[in-house]
């Protein structure tokens, strides 16, 4: 009998200890352990409501301090894609691990997502830059939702040489979140996140384009009937709001056939964003679309002359005819010269709707009419898309989920008001696409609006990307490619691409499409005493051809005893390098 009393005593403890372990781990993964010194706390945001505390820092405006918070106090609110929050810089010892931890709160619509960077540095030079896995925020439920705001937690470990730490939190939508009880500690779990910068990039560059290019470029329009944003024509944004959208719809027309003289010499393709009206020869049987929407956001108070398309159906001004009564409205005759020539046909979606304050289901039908219309026309899905207006700001994340559904992987025209910077997703000056944050299958990639009075701007911006492997997208309404002097702009612009000999022009989704598989290739490093071996995998199923890897200074391809070697990446058959250092074989006279 006591020896089956003790034996169950013996489980009780040892279930007791594999919980107290495991409650024990938990806590430190959550960085919620306790008994684990506080390095970093959020006390200083209850002292201060006006700004940020010292050593607190935001990326750009929408970061202020709000009473709204987990219990009582200050909590940080943010609110923009392009903005982050970055906590004071604490000292770190190499090797130790460090855990972050807030409560945070999406205060829309949508559930979002957050991440940190972690910039790890030494004296004033950052030694390892690494980013946290983005965790999902849950929306507020109003002023009866008790239920505990979402923990984002994450743990990483100090590299060799670090002796200070800076935390970033970033948001991967334009949904305001609310971050409150932000704790740093020390922890006795957790492993290294990955480089943001691979532990090959000491040896090798990846160039982004093919071999020969120094540079790319897109050459695109917004190419618009009187049904895309002419008739819906905002005050704001729009220089030629106020003009007779049947004239400027006609416009369109004559610019477009212009805008194909420009690239038939160099054969060059260009991309052109279109509406759902372009694709109609006409609309006579009064067919209706997106089941006929009146949108309500489309206010005075959004930046329009009136409001009345909040209370009359968006497409409400078509005059049910066409392309022969009413030529301005219905564009259907042009798309086959277009893809006759060879240029490449993409969404600047049916409606040409405000994409920041559309729902997830106006975008989600939206991109289904577009598909569908585009199919009639034997044209294939769209996977590029331009915002009207350059409307990006204020996209939800599930507004996000929808370009993703749909099957849409570059975009283009996105905010850019130099008084609105926390919406900035990527500028002209960055002069590379950029991954979507919380969404990195899309790549936003930046634009230069071509006008004659910036010509002179887009000549010095096509050298400047010459040399740092950029690109950059020069557009333009097909519309501002109609008088002399217009059409000489962009000519100038062309055929400075062409001369300069090292430039790859093709179509926005196809320099997109490189550059994201550039980024997806895989890189090993095996090191050795005189020689490392690199070893390169291409993840994808497509081929990446022509792939230029230069060495860094100081090392060079033991084969070819060559600083570059140009390669083909078949889908998961690696490619292994040698590299040496420059003088491990010395000339001989």
Excluded at 123 to 152: C, F, H, K
Excluded at 255 to 268: E, M, R, V
Excluded at 296 to 320: H, K, L
Excluded at 493 to 514: K, P
């Amino acid at each position: 009998m006591n020896k089956r009393l003790y034996l169950y005593i013996g489980i009780i403890i040892g279930l007791g200890a594999v919980i107290g372990l495991f409650w024990a781990n938990t806590r430190e993964q959550q960085c919620q352990a306790r008994w684990q010194p506080v390095l970093l706390d959020d006390h200083a945001l209850d002292a201060d409501t006006d700004s940020l505390p010292t050593g607190w820092i935001a990326g750009a405006p929408g970061v202020r301090i709000g009473e709204f918070s987990v219990a009582g106090g200050n909590s940080v609110h943010m609110l923009g894609i392009g903005t982050w929050l970055g906590l004071p810089t604490i000292p770190v010892a190499a090797g130790q691990a460090y855990c972050v931890a807030a409560r945070v709160l999406a205060d829309s619509p949508s559930v979002t997502a957050v991440r940190t960077r972690w910039l790890w540095r030494n004296g004033a030079t950052v030694i390892a830059e690494r980013v946290g896995d983005w965790q999902m925020v849950r929306r507020w439920g109003g002023a009866t939702d008790q239920q505990p705001w979402s923990l984002y937690h994450q743990t990483d470990v100090a590299p060799a040489g670090a002796t200070t730490l800076e935390v970033r939190y970033e948001p991967a939508s334009d949904d305001r979140i609310y971050l409150d009880q932000f704790v740093v500690r020390p922890s006795y779990v957790g492993s290294a996140l990955a480089d943001v910068v691979p532990a090959s990039a000491q040896f090798i560059h990846i160039r982004p384009w093919p071999a020969g290019y120094n540079a790319a470029v897109s050459f695109s329009y917004d190419w618009e009937t009187a049904m895309g944003g002419l008739v819906h024509s905002r005050s704001n944004d729009d220089p030629l709001a106020g003009t007779d959208p049947v004239l400027r719809g006609m416009r369109m027309r004559e610019g477009l056939t212009n805008s194909l003289k420009l690239f038939a010499p160099y054969k060059f393709v260009a991309t052109y964003y279109v509406n759902g009206y372009n694709f109609l020869d006409g609309n006579r049987d009064k067919q209706l679309f997106m089941g006929n929407p009146v949108f309500a956001w489309a206010t005075t108070a959004n930046g329009w002359q009136s409001n009345v398309w909040t209370q009359q159906p968006w497409f409400a001004a078509d005059p049910y005819g066409d392309r022969q009564s009413d030529p301005a409205w219905y564009f259907g005759d042009l798309i086959g010269p277009v893809r006759n020539a060879g240029h490449d046909i993409q969404s600047h979606t049916f409606s040409h709707f405000y994409g920041g304050l559309a729902s997830p289901t106006e975008w989600q039908t939206d991109l289904q009419a577009w598909n569908t219309l585009a199919a009639t026309r034997n044209v294939t899905p769209a996977t590029s898309l331009a915002f009207p207006w350059s409307s990006s700001a204020g996209m939800r994340y599930d507004s996000w989920d929808q370009l993703v559904a749909a099957g849409v992987t570059s975009l283009t025209r996105t905010s850019w008001n130099p008084r609105l910077p926390q919406y900035h997703i990527v500028t002209a000056g960055e002069a590379r696409c950029r991954p979507l944050p919380g969404h990195e299958v899309i790549l936003v990639c930046p634009d230069y609006y071509l006008t004659t009075a910036r010509e002179a701007g887009a000549l010095a911006l096509l050298t400047d990307i010459r040399q740092r492997d950029g690109m950059i997208d020069f557009w333009s309404h097909t519309e501002e490619v109609m008088t002399p002097a217009q059409i000489a702009t962009w000519q100038a612009v062309v055929d400075a691409t062409a001369q300069a000999g090292d430039v790859w022009v093709a179509s926005l989704q196809a320099i997109a499409t490189r550059q994201q598989m550039i980024q997806m290739v895989q890189t090993k490093v095996m090191q050795s005493a005189t020689s490392p071996t690199i070893i390169l995998t291409n993840p994808t199923m497509t081929a990446i051809t022509d792939m230029v890897i230069t060495a860094q200074p100081g090392w060079r391809f033991v084969d070819g005893q060559t600083n570059q070697v140009v390669v083909t990446l078949a889908p998961h058959t690696p490619v292994t390098l040698r590299i040496e250092p420059h003088d491990l074989h010395v000339a001989t006279p």
